[in-house]
């Protein structure tokens, strides 16, 4: 079975600077999708990025990006230009393409912006 | 606007007490999910759906039970048999046929033991 650690309970980056969110994971598979989600305090899960492994080149969304290593499994999370609004927990999901679309999580990460 | 409604979003129940929590979508999507998160745990999936009239245990499904009579409906029972029910549920849908893998969720419920 897949299995997603993020090691960092928690972390915390002063306003306007950069942060970065670490995540590894487990499995036999060549091919899946790796996701990081954002659970802000109204608790609801949103999308942040996805990265589909087939696909070498890492996936950026505006002032967030990734830096996927296939070969360390490695999936971090870069956070640039960090906004109070970016405080949230943070969580790194893995997807098997095989089968149901049910996500593997990680334990998660608090992320503390500092004014 | 479309979206997964959770409801109640607070509930209180009293042990050996079977609870009913509410999941409807109205994004068309095929599969729907439950999870349960639990601090320093992250989320933990309960039960999963693919099909109307179809669903599947996930890690966790023993003293839970889910029903899938509609496409947008996706109750969770959480059952007197559950030991440790106090924890905060989420439910997600995903449309299958896209296979993008991308799960959207609702805002949750929080359930309480007294």
């Known amino acids: 079975a897949q299995t997603v650690t993020q090691s960092q309970p928690e972390m915390s980056v002063q306003e306007a600077e950069t942060v970065t969110l670490s995540c590894t994971y487990d499995?036999?598979?060549?091919?899946?999708?790796l996701f990081w989600y954002k659970q802000p305090p109204s608790r609801q899960m949103i999308l942040v990025i996805r990265?589909?492994?087939?696909?070498?080149q890492n996936a950026t969304e505006n002032r967030f990006s990734v830096n996927f290593q296939k070969a360390a499994k490695s999936f971090s999370l870069k956070i640039s230009d960090s906004q109070l609004g970016d405080a949230a927990m943070y969580f790194c999901a893995y997807r098997s393409p095989q089968g149901a679309q049910k996500l593997v999580f990680g334990q998660g990460t608090r992320l503390t912006i500092n004014p | 606007d479309g979206g997964i409604t959770q409801s109640p979003k607070y509930l209180f129940r009293k042990e050996g007490q079977n609870v009913t929590l509410s999941c409807e979508q109205n994004l068309n999507h095929d599969a729907m999910y439950w999870y349960r998160q639990d601090p320093g745990q992250g989320l933990r999936l309960i039960y999963y759906?693919?099909?109307?009239?179809?669903?599947q245990k996930g890690d966790i499904a023993e003293g839970y039970s889910v029903s899938r009579e509609k496409k947008e409906s996706f109750p969770l029972t959480v059952t007197s048999a559950q030991k440790n029910p106090t924890a905060f549920y989420l439910c997600?849908?995903?449309?299958?046929?896209?296979?993008?893998?991308?799960?959207?969720f609702g805002e949750g419920s929080r359930l309480t033991v007294l």
């Open positions: 997600a849908s995903s449309r299958a046929a896209l296979n993008t893998g991308e799960l959207f």
């Open positions: 499995t036999s598979e060549s091919d899946y999708y």
């Open positions: 990265q589909e492994a087939y696909k070498q």
């Open positions: 759906s693919q099909i109307v009239n179809d669903f």
